[in-house]
């Protein structure tokens, strides 16, 4: 924790903020929290979705009045002094304001008329900015032409015109590739040290939150625990192992399995084996000893910490979703499934054109039933519009789809049946209620009347929502809109389900719960395809594809990956990072530039 000499540019205390939403119970979004955020640092808010810290960011702005405690910034009340505080701040929320039809000067422009900033400053301010974020060259493009990190580092680019003493960032890297991911830190890291700017930044990355000085856990509108990440990490120390699973069983089976295990806090998929969290430091996990599995000790880390900080807080039973009596051992079920296994896709040669701009060049592959098959690649590299072609949202120039037997060419609505897609941005109806809109979904999927009312109550029993079905769907958490747009995709009981980017801006708990239900899936048969920009969400996938400049890279299970990049213990960040940066690396020399 800070030391009390040291300068804040942020102090809370007994913080709280209520809501009263319509027809809806009163909501506590924060509930007493005291926190100090010193300056020139940069500070980390980690918490799930629904925990308060969009609600936090903007009573600091004062775009909300808190209902009791108090709340300083830079020495000021916010409350007593809004103006003054707005003055030496900048916020960049989630859905920042670039003009999308404006070039990147005119937008910079824009929020130099804003401040009032001389003709003078603002060209040595652009002209410092522009270089730090690597965009000088790039000053008459329009906006909305951008890839998603270029857009990311104009934004912040914008909020920064006015050289603030304090940066507020509200999930700033949200659906931003690894490489614009590390571009981003690598910025933010050089601004605390050369302006000694003071940044308060939420994140749904825990390797994001590890790289501050300073980190805040909230759940529930209450404080769980602050200090550095050495200092949170060690709530975790003795309790982390790493065990592979048995030969040729996926990863996400051995950690569905681990996460039902009554000796365990938690589970994921790291560099090919499953890292976990015993609920004691000499406890066990009875699911090894019955398949013989031995685990080695691991390092703690920072989300380790945030995982056990969560399960003390709920002191609940963990909620399965979708589990199936049936289903139980799914290593077991697993290992006993030898036959062959069809193929639900088949890609010959994919081309997609935009006039002169091939997006997708010639890709081949295919995937089979029961599959999960990782969709990868930086912003702008053709992973998008692959993806559309395949949902038949978008026709191929030239090549062969074929989907559930059916050439998507030539009959669209035949292979859509067989279709369930997950947008990036949720397609709910958000004035309609949960169960309004799994009605509205069931009728355009064509489910006859008399069987839509069971599938809706099967359907939202599955996915935890029964007790939400009369919520407007605007008023849901991220996790609950994942989980009723999961429904409202899978209504139909499709053969193939399509999720694009579904966990962006989600946080680890909600991630966890949300590949459970992915693993049960597509234990049931169903093929899955997912694009993300979470890499370790690689390691779920039977398969992944790596894409760059619409040109395939690379194409195998992740094991297979790592054995031909010799790199047998690296993380899925290290692996995408080495072979898009080789692949940039061999055009340039190729190219001559």
Request: net charge neutral; with cysteine; aromatic share 6%.
């Amino acid at each position: 924790m800070p030391e009390a000499k040291t300068e804040l540019v942020i102090e809370a205390q007994g913080l709280t903020k209520i809501f009263t939403p319509k027809k809806l119970p009163q909501v506590t979004a924060l509930d007493s929290i005291s926190l100090q955020v010193p300056a020139g640092r940069l500070t980390a808010l980690v918490g799930p979705d629904g925990a308060g810290k969009t609600t936090l960011m903007r009573l600091i702005t004062g775009l909300m009045d808190r209902d009791a405690g108090s709340l300083r910034v830079v020495g000021l009340d916010v409350e007593e002094h809004t103006q003054a505080v707005q003055d030496v701040l900048s916020y960049m929320p989630q859905k920042f304001g670039l003009y999308e039809d404006l070039s990147i000067q005119e937008n910079l422009n824009l929020y130099a008329d804003l401040h009032g900033m001389s003709e003078e400053a603002r060209q040595v301010r652009f002209a410092y900015l522009l270089d730090l974020m690597g965009l000088s060259a790039f000053r008459g493009r329009i906006a909305g032409k951008l890839s998603g990190g270029m857009k990311q580092k104009l934004g912040l680019a914008c909020t920064l015109v006015s050289a603030p003493k304090l940066l507020l960032l509200d999930e700033p890297t949200a659906g931003v590739d690894p490489l614009s991911r590390r571009e981003l830190w690598s910025i933010l890291r050089q601004l605390v040290a050369r302006e000694q700017l003071s940044v308060f930044v939420s994140t749904a990355y825990m390797d994001e939150a590890a790289l501050c000085s300073l980190v805040y856990v909230l759940n529930q509108g209450r404080i769980l625990a602050g200090g550095t990440p050495g200092e949170l990490q060690d709530i975790a120390r003795g309790r982390c192992y790493r065990v592979a699973p048995p030969e040729g069983i996926p990863t996400r089976i051995l950690q569905c399995e681990l996460l039902e295990d009554a000796g365990v806090t938690d589970a994921v998929p790291v560099g090919g084996k499953v890292h976990f969290i015993l609920r004691e430091t000499q406890g066990k996990a009875g699911l090894l000893e019955r398949h013989r599995l031995t685990a080695e000790p691991a390092p703690e880390r920072l989300e380790d910490a945030f995982m056990i900080l969560l399960e003390r807080d709920s002191r609940k039973k963990r909620q399965q979703p979708g589990l199936d009596a049936r289903e139980q051992d799914l290593i077991s079920a697993f290992a006993a499934e030898k036959k062959a296994v069809p193929v639900d896709i088949e890609v010959r040669d994919l081309v997609r054109k935009f006039g002169d701009f091939t997006a997708v060049s010639h890709t081949s592959f295919q995937v089979r039933q029961g599959e999960v098959f990782g969709l990868l690649g930086p912003n702008g590299a053709g992973k998008t519009t692959t993806f559309r072609m395949l949902c038949g949202l978008l026709p191929a120039t030239s090549g062969e789809l074929r989907v559930a037997g059916v050439n998507l060419r030539r009959a669209v609505t035949k292979a859509r049946a067989n279709i369930g897609y997950v947008a990036q941005k949720f397609s709910l109806y958000e004035k309609l209620t949960v169960y309004e809109n799994l009605r509205f979904f069931g009728g355009a999927y064509g489910i006859p009347v008399g069987e839509l009312e069971n599938r809706i109550q099967e359907i939202m029993r599955e996915f935890h929502l029964t007790e939400r079905q009369a919520q407007a769907a605007e008023s849901l958490p991220g996790g609950y809109k994942q989980r009723l747009s999961m429904a409202a995709a899978l209504i139909h009981k499709p053969k193939i389900l399509f999720l694009d980017e579904p966990t962006s801006g989600i946080d680890p708990l909600a991630r966890r719960t949300f590949w459970q239900q992915i693993t049960r899936l597509a234990a049931g048969g169903t093929t899955i395809i997912i694009t993300t920009h979470f890499m370790d969400e690689a390691e779920y996938c039977d398969r992944m594809m790596i894409q760059d400049h619409g040109e395939l890279l690379i194409l195998g299970q992740p094991g297979d990956i790592r054995r031909r990049l010799q790199m047998p213990e690296a993380d899925m960040n290290e692996i995408f990072i080495a072979i898009v940066e080789k692949a940039r690396q061999q055009a340039k020399e190729e190219s001559g530039t």
